[in-house]
């Protein structure tokens, strides 16, 4: 087994069942011999002290003033790279393992194809934050969002994002899909299953890419 740190994002709609993700991914990496405090939990907007005042603003109505689409997309990066430079990063270098509630790839659906920005300037702003920073492994939980937003009404009120309209959401879906069948590194799973095959899929991307990351690491010894 590596002992390199690794980071890992959930991603999905309202209601998709991140929660439950990040916590089957840490019972697997407890399987496998990963101590309790070796593994991070992180969110996004959040995750430091700035970055849970940023997440504020991103998910609050503000009276009297309305929150400027750019705005939202430089305050999401903002606290991202907060999140990023004191947290995520030293915590890969002690070698431990990071599970994130979203991460960029976040920004790109929701942002950019939700809120209509150019994907040209999408990367590039992208590219200036990050620059090649990434996650190792992406679970996106598809969900259509009829069943997404029915399953975070029950959670409670409602925050600003997901007040928006259905076609909002049909888009950020859509370009979930799209950035997940470019990208091996991130994998769909069908979490309009039962639980319990939710979980099974997890199980088995996560094996895959532990099989896959250690064969590579093998190779480069």
């Keep these: ?26 019972h ?12 991070l939990f992180t969110r996004e907007p959040g995750g430091t002290p700035l ?4 997440r504020n603003i991103f998910k ?12 939202e997309l430089l305050v999401l990066y903002a606290a991202r790279i907060q999140l990023v430079e004191n947290i995520i990063k030293p915590a890969l270098l002690r070698g431990d393992y990071v599970i994130g509630d979203r991460h960029d790839l976040s920004s790109q659906a929701y942002q950019g194809a ?35 937003l029915q399953r975070a009404r029950v959670r409670g009120e409602l925050d600003r994002i997901e007040k928006e309209d259905l076609a909002f959401f049909n888009r950020v879906r859509e370009a979930y899909l799209d950035f997940a069948q470019k990208d091996p590194s991130i994998i769909i799973i069908d979490a309009t299953q039962p639980i319990e095959k939710v979980n099974q899929e997890i199980k088995k ?7 896959n990351h250690e064969k590579k690491f093998d190779y480069c010894r």
């Design 114 to 148: 939700g809120r209509g920005f150019d994907a040209t300037f999408m990367l590039t702003l992208k590219t200036l934050v990050l620059d090649s920073f990434k996650p190792q492994l992406t679970l996106y939980l598809d969900v259509t969002p009829e069943i997404g």
């Design 60 to 71: 609050a109505d503000l009276d009297g003033e309305v929150l400027t689409r750019k705005a």
């Design 28 to 39: 697997y990496l407890q399987n496998r011999g990963i101590k309790s405090n070796q593994i």
């Design 1 to 26: 087994m590596t002992t390199d740190g690794q980071f890992f994002v959930v991603e999905g709609l309202e209601g998709a069942g991140k929660t439950n993700a990040q916590e089957q991914i840490k």
């Design 51 to 54: 970055a849970e005042k940023l």
């Design 205 to 211: 991307a996560l094996d895959v890419h532990f099989e």
